[in-house]
Structures are given as structure tokens and as C-alpha cells.
């Protein structure tokens, strides 16, 4: 299908809003202009939202005439190429509600974790949050204010599941969370701690030492600060146990 139109209204819709904006039509790849990606990422970010909400938030620096245009003009261009993903509900507009959103998928996966906490979920849900890396190369502020979001709750799973395999022995799939967790904020001083415990606990005090000193230097550099007591006093308890 490439750049073609969209001519089966019945066909399923795939989202991705993780690595890269694409979208899906079956199989197949549709390619669409930036301003009409930007609709239907806010549309599936937001929900269902009132034409002036839309326009304002897409084209906040326009006259209101101006950026309702600009919102015809894109839903007009949506609906001839991809016709049945786009309802125009009058004031209100929204997506189908047959469009499968890997953010949603995403969210949802870490639901049914929360609520089950079995080990098969507990795979899926971390398979999930590792790659959910929203939309990059987007820095419209309505964006970034998703993105940060996500990125809390991406770290809180890592952290969680960090701190659960750490109490159950499980020092391999802990730090292997705890490197996650620091990838996405790599002076959370939280991660460095349960990663130096993971490494320790896997009979490695020689990385667990070298992960606290290469926090310690990024730290200075980056912030100019040094690394809490307790953090420290964890470094230097496991200095003394390599020298004894």
C-alpha cells in the first residue's frame, strides 16, 4: 500500500507511538505528513476531545481561526487516506475504537501485573516497559508532559521489580531491572544502591564498587554533589569486605 489511500474501512488499525510513530493497516505500513501524525498521536494520547481543545493544543502559537483550519484541513487529509480511523463526532473528535495503541497495550500489560503479580507477567509487563520509549524526537510540550509521565512509571516498575527480585535471591534478574531503571535516569541514587546490592549478592564486589564510583563521578560532574552517606557507607562496607 505504501503512500496509497486507504480503501477497506473494515481493515484494523495498528498504533505505535514507542521507537517511532507508525502506523498499521493490516499489515502494511501507512505513511502520513507530520501534522496529521500529530492528530492522531494526541488523539490516542488524550481520547476524545473537543475541536478547539485539538487545535489549541497542535497549533498553540495560531490565531483560532487559523488553527481551526488547520485541524479541517488535517482531519480532511486523515479521513481520505485512512477512512474509518478518524470519527468526527460533530464537536468531539476521537479515534476508532477498534485501534490497538501500543501505549495502551503497554499500560495495560503493567495493570494486570500490578494485579496479578504472577512470573509470566511479570516477563511480559518488563518486555513491555523496556522498549516503551515514547515517541522520540517529539518536543512539543504536550509531548514531553506524556513522555516524562511514562518515564515515571516505566522507572517505578523497574524500581519494584528490582526490590522484589533483590528480597527473593533473584540477584541476576534484580540487577539486570536496576540497569533498566538507570538508563532511563542514570543519577536516581535509589537504582545505584539496589544495583550495587544485586551485584553484591551475585559474589561481584569488585562491579559493585565500580558502579558506585562511576555514579559518584557523573554526579560530581553532572550535579556537583557527592553521593549520600548511606550510599557511600554501602561502597565502603563493601571495600572493606574485598580487602579482608
Known amino acids: 500500500m505504501g503512500d496509497l489511500m486507504v480503501k477497506d474501512k473494515d481493515v484494523r488499525f495498528q498504533l505505535n507511538l514507542f521507537q517511532r510513530w507508525q502506523l498499521l493497516c493490516g499489515q502494511t505500513e501507512v505513511h502520513v505528513a507530520s501534522r496529521q501524525q500529530r492528530l492522531i498521536a494526541a488523539l490516542a494520547l488524550f481520547g476524545p476531545r473537543n475541536r478547539h481543545y485539538m487545535s489549541g493544543l497542535l497549533w498553540p502559537d495560531s490565531p483560532e481561526a487559523r488553527a481551526l483550519e488547520s485541524l479541517r484541513v488535517s482531519m480532511h487529509l486523515i479521513s481520505r487516506q485512512t477512512p474509518g480511523l478518524l ?62 509521565r511514562l518515564r515515571n512509571l516505566r522507572l517505578r516498575v523497574l524500581v519494584g521489580h528490582a526490590r522484589r ?18 538508563e532511563l535516569e542514570p543519577l536516581q541514587e535509589s537504582c545505584v544502591g539496589l544495583l550495587m546490592r544485586a551485584e553484591l549478592k551475585q559474589g561481584n564486589r569488585a562491579r559493585a564498587v565500580n558502579t558506585f564510583e562511576n555514579f559518584k563521578a557523573r554526579l ?8 549520600s552517606p548511606h550510599l557511600t557507607q554501602l561502597a565502603a562496607g563493601i571495600r572493606g569486605s574485598i580487602r579482608q
Open 87 to 148: 470519527v468526527n463526532g460533530g464537536a468531539v473528535l476521537s479515534l476508532v475504537d477498534s485501534l490497538s495503541v501500543d501505549l495502551h497495550q503497554c499500560l495495560e500489560q503493567v495493570r494486570n501485573c500490578e494485579r496479578s503479580g504472577s512470573s509470566a507477567d511479570e516477563d511480559d509487563c518488563l518486555s513491555h516497559v523496556r522498549c516503551a520509549d515514547l515517541l522520540p524526537g517529539w518536543y512539543e510540550d504536550w509531548v514531553i508532559l506524556e513522555q516524562n
Open 165 to 182: 527480585w533483590l528480597e527473593q535471591g533473584e540477584a541476576e534478574k534484580a540487577a539486570d531491572a536496576a540497569r533498566s531503571a538507570l
Open 220 to 227: 560530581t560532574a553532572e550535579l556537583g554533589v557527592s553521593p
